[in-house]
């Protein structure tokens, strides 16, 4: 009965296994991502001679990355203000369509930033050249920077939101009633009580803002070719132009600068630094800093009268429909009213980029849910706990680097084992930029998930005599379904947004496009009718995706309240 | 032996959760794992089950060397304390599981099952989901979902636990008649003194990762190894005396206040030795009249528990905990000022104990 004689037992299939899995990681995940320190440190005398030498590169260089902080910053102060009255509505008050307000505020997550950024730029901005000017939109700001900070808030809001909201549920509300009970006012309450111990949601929330903030690359560069030039050679004769970092790199990219590829290395690894400092300082300093409650203030009796409730409600809801929503499907306005122009619309290319986007996201989720899901298993349940514990440490860093240094990067490295003039191995090398930033939001969202239930279920089922698979098969994936799903579809999403990492990890004249791609240059050529019908092809997408996302979740509830 | 296990240790980091833990099993046997919460029962239990690697030490089922297998292949069954029924599956499929996966034919699967869902007065609720059901009625769907499995080993963790206080105290019968009517052996791991002694044809009392104790009920309540022993099983008064004088067959002691207390003990102990002296509350009786053995006090709360009258007997420098059969004529009041009677007593050498250590119950 007691096969104790075997060569190959079953303890030892599973460690070849999980080893094979991390092995896949870091070749596929980890060493990309890090290539572009490797590739500066060999080849340290070209970037001095070429790089470090070039002052008007390092100044510009430097002054997007100045730019990409301080939007970063501002934008995460806003989202924090701005997030706080609409995540309380949601948390905790009850009302009609509070549902469909949850949905709607979800939706800038799943619309590709390219199309995003283009809408809110044809929202906004001023100087747009007449034939494109419409007569609903604003069109009254004429500040690139401001531009690209509306934009930025847009994309960032609804992670904040989601982020604050998760934290003011996960709160028990009885720590509130015993904090009133005791004499506080509402707001006090909520400054004293409610907030530190929701501290950890809301960092959560402001570094997910900044990362994305930090990183976003395709619509930035969109959004600003149409209100500024954005070519190398005008940016670095303007000493004041507008651009962030992970814009510059993209801008580079196609300025035919003579030593692309070691200032695009260079630049890359910066770039990783900095964010990864940035977000470590911003982690440490949050972690640190603490709710004063010494005394209350004045304002907070003001502040906690009922009628200032209704003002927080309809603030929080104002300022989404005005900044977040109607900016973002400004679009849908524009297609429609321009109906007429749709005549030299290029159908063939605008199909084959979205094939290819479909099939790219395609490959990409089926490569991250046939490692990460393993992966995040051996995370959360893996008994070498060092082990596990430094892999979940470094699955975080391809989330929190820009994804198109991280293309850079990969592009690099890749570049010394395929060629990517061939159209297989272009779409190949795309897909593993891919799998490189979006294996760890499944390993994340799945690995989480796991360590909020306790192994008592598949400890059972182990004892029980299930095997592995049948362990995943019967007991694993119907228990959290919700939760793989949710992360597939995120999986799914964020490769058919993604624009930078895109750019940067093929050659600069590149013939596969995807479809946020395809929308850059289209509005690169002022083709912006075309650009506009392209985006909403993906708002449209995205829009059912956020169905099957809704649905999925709906269906976890059920789960749980049986 | 029919399970052994060899030198156990087990280490989290630096903290020893199990240090070098031995004992044996027989073909049948139920064996209580005793002691306060964090001894290492639980991890002792999950080594077993092969859920938890052991730093060193080896486990042996049958004769055969099980350390180095996966817990699927060790044919052992595990019962946590949260029954783990699988939420999705009817109870039918959760009893049904084990056969299907471990390759039975569907139809044997599905008899064997409802034998078990019979025998647990189940089966009418056999498509109902686990999250409909009871406390009581989750704790038996998991116990016929174990012995639908086929193995011959057990390992039980506080089977009882989530159960209401009625329920939990009728199903220790319950468990122990199915456990023996199907010959199974069990490890049965509680920090329910009553429940071990109710349901263990032995008992190991497991203290801070080290086994304290392994022997017959009977024998831990009578002659408890350490002061622990006594205190988590069965309980008592504590004192602490000296050894006046020893006759060889009567130990004559005297504490620190110069109270006098005379026991009827075979002990080596020598003269001025340091006592620990456990009296339980049952071996204390009551008198009106002084009588040797017996100290002055007044008795400040009486109240009445399943067999027993508990007293709160108040002397001149403790409390101390008295029961006495609720059989007998009770002819004492609160507030009466009368003699407690020491009628026998366990001692310990106290010479190097911490005893403030030992009596700690967590």
Not at chain 1, 324 to 343: E, K
Not at chain 1, 478 to 506: H, N, Q, W, Y
Not at chain 2, 201 to 218: E, F, N, T, Y
Not at chain 2, 222 to 233: D, G, R, W, Y
Request: net charge positive; proline share 4%.
């Amino acid at each position: 009965m007691l096969k104790t004689t075997r060569i190959l037992g079953l303890k030892q299939i599973k460690m070849v296994w999980y080893g094979l899995i991390i092995l896949f990681f870091i070749i596929f995940v980890c060493v990309p991502v890090l290539y572009s320190f490797v590739y500066v440190g060999t080849n340290w005398d070209a970037m001095q001679t070429h790089v470090l030498s070039d002052e008007r590169l390092m100044s510009v260089f430097w002054r997007s990355a100045g730019i990409s902080i301080f939007v970063a910053l501002i934008v995460v102060v806003v989202d924090i203000l701005a997030g706080f009255p609409l995540a309380w509505l949601l948390a905790r008050k009850k009302f009609r369509g509070k549902e469909f307000l949850d949905t709607l505020v979800d939706l800038p997550l799943v619309i590709p930033t390219a199309a995003l950024g283009f809408s809110i730029t044809l929202f906004w901005a001023h100087d747009l050249t007449a034939e494109i000017a419409r007569p609903s939109s604003l069109s009254i700001v004429s500040t690139p920077l401001l531009i690209v900070i509306l934009l930025h808030i847009a994309f960032t809001y609804p992670y904040m939101v989601r982020s604050i909201k998760a934290g003011i549920e996960e709160v028990d509300i009885t720590y509130e009633f015993a904090g009133a009970c005791f004499g506080a006012q509402r707001f006090t309450v909520v400054r004293t009580i409610t907030l530190p111990i929701m501290k950890a949601a809301l960092l959560t929330g402001i570094v997910l803002c900044i990362a994305r903030s930090l990183s976003e690359t395709g619509a930035t560069f969109l959004a600003l070719s149409m209100v500024t030039d954005v070519s190398y050679a005008s940016i670095s004769s303007s000493p004041d132009a507008t651009l962030t970092a992970p814009a510059l790199i993209n801008s580079l990219k196609n300025s035919g600068y003579a030593y692309i590829n070691e200032a695009l290395g260079f630049m890359s690894m910066l770039l990783i630094l900095i964010s990864i400092v940035l977000l470590v300082v911003i982690k440490q300093f949050g972690e640190r800093v603490r709710f004063p409650f010494r005394k209350t203030y004045r304002i907070e009796t003001v502040l906690s009268r009922v009628s200032f409730a209704s003002v927080r409600d309809v603030s929080g809801i104002l300022f989404f429909a005005l900044i977040v929503f109607l900016p973002g499907m400004f679009i849908i306005s524009f297609v429609i009213s321009d109906w007429g122009n749709r005549v030299n619309i290029d159908y063939w290319l605008l199909f084959k980029s979205l094939g290819i986007s479909l099939l790219v996201a395609f490959l990409t989720t089926l490569i991250c849910v046939c490692t990460a899901i393993p992966l995040a298993i051996y995370i959360g349940r893996g008994k070498h706990r060092k082990i596990a514990d430094l892999l979940d440490v470094t699955a975080n860093i391809p989330m929190i680097v820009p994804t198109v240094a991280l293309g850079i990067s990969l592009g690099l490295f890749w570049k010394n084992f395929v060629n990517t003039e061939n159209a297989f191995t272009a779409i190949l090398v795309v897909v593993l930029a891919h799998v490189a930033f979006t294996f760890p939001f499944l390993v994340r969202t799945f690995a989480s998930a796991l360590r909020q239930i306790p192994s008592d279920y598949e400890d059972a089922a182990r004892t029980l005599g299930a095997k592995p698979l049948t362990v995943f098969r019967k007991i694993i994936y119907p228990i959290f379904k919700p939760s793989i799903i949710a992360g597939i579809i995120m999986t799914f999403t964020r490769s058919l947004d993604e624009t930078g990492a895109t750019i940067a990890v093929l050659p600069a004249n590149s013939t596969i496009t995807t479809i946020p791609v395809y929308i850059v240059q289209l509005v690169k050529a002022k083709d912006y009718y075309s650009a506009a019908l392209a985006s909403l092809i993906l708002i449209v997408i995205a829009v059912i995706i956020l169905l099957l996302v809704r649905m999925s979740t709906r269906s976890e509830e059920k789960c749980t309240s049986k | 032996m029919y399970i052994e296990v060899k030198g156990i240790q087990k280490k989290f980091g630096k903290k020893v959760a199990l240090d070098n833990v031995s004992f044996g099993v027989d073909k049948g046997e139920y064996v209580v794992l005793l002691g306060p919460t964090g001894a290492g029962k639980t991890t002792l239990l999950r080594i077993i089950a092969g859920l938890e690697n052991p730093t060193q030490g080896r486990v042996y089922v049958d004769g055969c060397d099980v350390t180095a297998l996966e817990p699927e292949e060790r044919n052992i069954t595990y019962l946590s304390q949260t029954y783990a029924l699988f939420p999705h599956m009817s109870i039918l499929e959760n009893v049904m599981f084990a056969r299907i996966v471990k390759g039975f034919d569907k139809a044997d699967a599905r008899k064997v099952a409802e034998e078990f869902l019979m025998l647990t007065h189940l089966i009418e609720r056999k498509n109902a989901y686990p999250a409909e059901m009871s406390g009581g009625m989750m704790q038996r769907v998991a116990l016929a979902r174990a012995l639908a499995s086929n193995s011959q080993l057990m390992l039980f963790d506080e089977p009882l636990r989530a159960l209401d206080a009625k329920l939990r105290i009728m199903l220790r019968s319950e468990l122990r008649k199915i456990a023996k009517d199907f010959k199974i052996t069990v490890i049965h791991v509680t920090h329910d003194e009553d429940e071990a002694m109710e349901m263990g044809d032995r008992i190991i009392v497991l203290r801070r990762g080290k086994i304290i104790q392994d022997a017959k009920p009977s024998e831990i309540y009578l002659n408890p190894k350490t002061p622990f022993v006594a205190n988590f099983v069965g309980g008592g008064n504590f004192f602490v005396f000296y050894v006046e004088k020893n006759t060889g067959n009567e130990l004559i002691l005297k504490d620190a206040h110069g109270r006098m207390l005379t026991l009827k003990k075979n002990t080596g102990m020598a003269e001025g030795t340091k006592v620990l002296v456990c009296v339980r509350a049952e071996h204390v009786a009551l008198s009106r009249e002084e009588v040797p053995n017996a100290f002055y006090g007044e008795i400040r709360h009486i109240h009445i528990t399943d067999r027993f009258y508990e007293i709160d007997f108040r002397t001149e420098r403790e409390y101390l905990h008295v029961k006495i059969p609720l059989v007998e004529k009770l002819d004492f009041e609160e507030g009466m000022q009368c003699w407690a009677h020491i009628r026998n007593a366990i001692c310990f050498d106290a010479t190097d104990l911490n005893i403030v250590d030992e009596l700690e119950v967590e």
